[in-house]
């Protein structure tokens, strides 16, 4: 087809980068080259080609029309502008101030022109094809003759459009197959189902396609930017954490319709790989779209979970996915005016907020571990009034946005729903965590007609609140960071949920370690139906622990069933930013007895599992350890607790039938004195129902280990095969636990460097402090790879006879020697294994130092280190 310019503001003259002649410098004329002052450049606009799309450009020139005999030889450079929907030039948007193509051919003038000639510049298809390639392209195409660095007064004269219609420039296309790019894919991708390897088997892909798209891709394949994409696609296998041949082979299913637009429509998901496609987009312009195809197709696997619970997280994604419906069925997809979505009673009229999440890539009757969502607080509540919501699920297996037709109240529900009554004060712009909604998603995912990847909406409704009572949580249309989210926990194996079934069942146990304890016992907490966990301050600078203790049934999990995750969920009473330092071990007992509300088997005085679990609410920020923000009335889930779980599981008398109960204990380790986090005791609003929830991922099929060293595994994990003990190096009487666990963490060391910890005077003289747990490498012993393969035990003081010459208490030497028997008897570790810092091969340190080096020295010998 031959394009012609249609009106006279479509071509022009533009001198020096500043300067607009819509119709040429004079005389109809424009200049292209260097008019002896500087560059000249002239600007073409071809309107309205009615080429489509993503049209396939077989080839293109452009033609112009010589005005004045030349001699001249300048050197030209073609290029396109970079804008789907051109606008036509002016002063304003001129050629030099518009993005171009990335393309761009050379025209160097070899001849000498005579007038009312036309001449043809060299093939332009790569510009032609960029600009048709942009999402939205119009079909108006722009392009720009610039001068390339000519030599002084070498230029051209072509006619302008106001010379006369058929005078002006002219663009001559050919458009190539009209077969579908997606097509094509889905052929060549077939063979990258095979392997792994995705850069060569894309370069055979390219050898085996049929010929249009082959010759694109074999162009493609061969610009500078392609080794980077196979690094980034290498990058990509590496950091995801599902095999990439899967996704593909998903994307090849998926592959039959529009490629390009619905992929740069939704580029989400995964964030690992989307960065890598920045990365191309920055290298190559043309290679990009299809990239961006492989990734947005590319939904995580939805077929086997590889024994590990997994985790979807959804964020509103447009304004029409949630919103506010009032009792009058009015719905308002902004909330209100203030872009708040109320729930509850207000103004007379009960409220329903909406929640809609779209690509929530969960299989059908996948198990739910557990799910919630979590908004954000869009105002500060007077007092602490109460509202009674309830939360549902639209039941459909795609919910489709909301509308004033399609509304909450037209739809469907689950049956399963959750109560959700806030007795709490909201804050503003805090999270809250709505309880479990296990029940809800479960039903969901069990429709016949459910896909992974389908939208999922819940409901909140009022549920009889008192007049004038109702909680606002911000909607999606107030900003990108209040939108709400939704968190699924999933797992295609059995979960067991239990719960503390009766009063009897929580309780707070106070200063486990005075003598003898004073009110030890509390089964509603100490106060108001809630449980201190942490430090109360009681005692400062003392240690002053408050634990939490918990018996959960039924446990419905046969004997040496394999534990795949466990976690604790727990609900926080007040809004707390407290730091409290936590560990959490099992009750070693086959079938844990409730509490006896004398506290006569309080946690203190129980057999625990070996295995233990570190849960610190704190992070690390600038080196200072600061408390992690809990909400009032959120639920809160533990780290993993699979092994203390695995271990009582594992226990000669365990049965696994209805009456089953196993007890967890949550101990304050050390926390910072006067931090502690409350949790609601079961004894609160009644029938517990805001008390803590154990959840049980299990499957029956026991995995087998071999025990022979794995090498790769040996550098990224603690083998402990020594013991090497330590001093801190500072003053034993006047040094805490915390001060050295904060000075380790802002290291940016995970945690204290040292695995257990025996105390000075302010912690309590020779008290016995757990450090990180042991199966992480250690940070105490650089020399002899000793950190991967010891525990590091420190003791507190500077034992150096040239430096503090302080001397370890009687009470740390028997704390010490305890210790080092224990370690030994676990892990089978001859006491010619226990070592001073020192002693290590490789270690220049003169650590722990030389008065508590010769008790170490005389336990190898002896086994006593006195
Ligand atoms: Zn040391």
């Known amino acids: 087809m031959i394009l012609e310019i249609l009106i006279n503001t479509d071509d022009g003259e533009e001198d020096y980068d500043t300067t607009w002649y819509p119709n040429g410098y004079a005389s109809n004329q424009s200049t292209i080259g260097h008019d002896g002052t500087g560059s000249c450049d002239v600007g073409l606009r071809f309107d309205n080609s009615g080429i489509a799309e993503d049209a396939s450009i077989l080839n293109a020139k452009i033609r112009v029309k010589c005005a004045v005999n030349s001699t001249k030889r300048p050197t030209l450079k073609i290029r396109g502008i970079l804008q789907a929907a051109p606008a036509t030039w002016d002063q304003a948007t001129r050629p030099s101030t518009r993005p171009k193509t990335i393309a761009a051919v050379d025209w160097d003038i070899g001849t000498d022109w005579a007038i009312n000639t036309w001449y043809e510049s060299p093939d332009i298809t790569s510009i032609i094809q960029e600009i048709v390639n942009q999402t939205g392209f119009n079909g108006d195409i722009a392009l720009v003759i610039e001068d390339d660095a000519s030599p002084s007064n070498q230029y051209e004269n072509i006619w302008d459009y106001n010379q006369g219609a058929t005078e002006s420039p002219e663009l001559v296309v050919t458009l190539g197959s009209t077969t579908k790019i997606q097509k094509s894919l889905t052929y060549y991708l077939e063979p990258q189902i095979q392997g792994v390897n995705l850069p060569k088997q894309l370069k055979y892909a390219v050898d085996a396609t049929p010929s249009p798209i082959q010759k694109s891709l074999t162009y493609r394949i061969d610009l500078p930017g392609v080794s980077l994409i196979q690094k980034a696609l290498k ?54 779209k299809e990239l961006r195809y492989f990734i947005q197709e590319a939904i995580p696997p939805t077929e086997k979970s590889k024994n590990q619970v ?13 919103g506010r419906e009032d009792s009058d069925g009015n719905w308002n997809k902004d909330g209100n005016a203030s872009h708040i979505i109320t729930m509850g009673n207000y103004g007379g009229k009960t409220h329903t907020g909406a929640f809609r999440f779209r690509h929530v890539n969960i299989p059908r009757n996948a198990t739910i571990f557990f799910a919630r969502l979590r908004l954000r607080c869009a105002y ?80 909140i409704e009022d549920d009889g609140s008192a007049a004038e009572n109702c909680k606002s949580v911000w909607d999606s249309s107030s900003g990108a960071e209040d939108k709400a989210e939704l968190e699924i926990y999933w797992f295609d194996k059995e979960v067991n949920v239990s719960f503390l079934q009766l ?104 057999m625990k599992t070996q295995a233990w679990v570190q849960w610190t609410l704190g992070v690390a920020e600038g080196g200072i350890l600061t408390g992690i923000h809990w909400t009032a009335q959120s639920v809160y889930e533990s780290p993993e607790l699979k092994e203390i779980v695995q271990e009582i599981v594992d226990r000669a008398g365990w049965i696994g039938d209805a009456s089953q109960k196993l007890g967890l204990v949550i101990e ?17 609003g009644g ?13 029956q099929k026991r995995r087998t280990t071999t025990i022979t060293k794995d090498l790769a595994a040996y550098d990224k994990a603690n083998y402990p095969e020594f013991i090497i003990v330590h001093h801190s190096a500072t003053p034993r009487d006047s040094t805490k636990f915390i001060t050295i666990k904060n000075a380790h963490i802002s290291y940016g060391w995970g ?58 208490t009687a009470a740390q030497l028997a704390t010490l020697q305890q210790l080092l028997d224990t370690i030994r008897k676990q892990r089978n570790t001859p006491k010619e294994r226990v070592l001073g810092h020192t002693e290590v091969p490789g270690a220049a340190t003169n650590c722990p130092g030389d008065n508590l080096l010769p008790y170490i020295q005389n336990y190898r010998l002896t086994g006593s280190l006195t």
Not at 407 to 420: H, I, Q, R
Request: proline content about 6%; some cysteine.
């Open 235 to 288: 990058y990509g296998v590496l950091t995801t954490p599902t095999p990439i041949t899967k996704q593909l082979k998903y994307c090849i299913d998926k592959a039959p319709i529009k490629i390009t637009k619905s992929l740069r429509y939704e580029i989400v998901p995964p964030p690992a790989i989307e960065k890598q496609l920045k990365y191309t987009i920055l290298t190559q312009h043309l290679i990009e």
């Open 310 to 322: 997994l985790k979807t997280y959804n964020v509103i994604e447009q304004n029409s996915d949630d």
């Open 380 to 459: 500060t509540d007077s007092t602490a009034f109460t509202t009674k919501l309830r939360i549902k699920g639209i039941k459909e297996a795609d919910v489709q946005p909301f509308s004033a037709t399609n509304k909450p109240s037209t739809k469907p529900k689950t049956v399963d729903t959750v109560a959700w009554e806030i007795y709490k004060q909201w804050n503003v712009n805090e999270w809250v965590q709505t309880p479990n909604l296990l029940l809800i998603v479960q039903e969901l995912v069990r429709q016949s007609d459910w896909k992974a990847g389908n939208a999922m909406a819940f409901i």
């Open 503 to 606: 009063n009897d069942r929580d309780g707070e146990e106070d200063y486990r370690d005075k003598t003898p304890p004073t009110n030890a016992w509390y089964p509603d907490g100490w106060g108001n139906n809630r449980i201190t966990c942490g430090d109360d301050g009681t005692y400062s600078p003392d240690a002053s622990p408050n634990d939490a203790g918990f018996i959960f049934s039924p446990i419905l999990i046969p004997k040496k069933a394999q534990i795949v995750s466990a976690r604790l969920l727990v609900t926080s009473d007040n809004q707390n930013n407290a730091m409290t330092n936590w560990i959490i071990r099992g009750f070693a007992e086959d079938n844990a007895a409730p509490f006896a509300s004398d506290g006569s088997n309080r946690p203190s005085t129980r």
């Open 668 to 684: 304050s380790e050390h926390s910072a004195i006067g931090n502690a986090k409350y949790i609601v005791d079961y004894s609160k």
């Open 687 to 699: 029938a517990g129902q805001w008390a803590a929830q154990l959840i049980i991922a299990w499957q």
């Open 751 to 808: 945690d204290i460097g040292y695995h257990k910890w025996v105390s000075g005077l302010l912690d309590g003289d020779g008290i016995l402090i757990q450090g990180r747990p042991e199966n992480w490498i250690g940070a105490h012993t650089n020399s002899n790879k000793q950190n991967y393969r010891s525990i590091g035990v420190c003791v507190c003081g500077d034992f150096h006879s040239t430096a503090g010459n302080e001397i370890p």
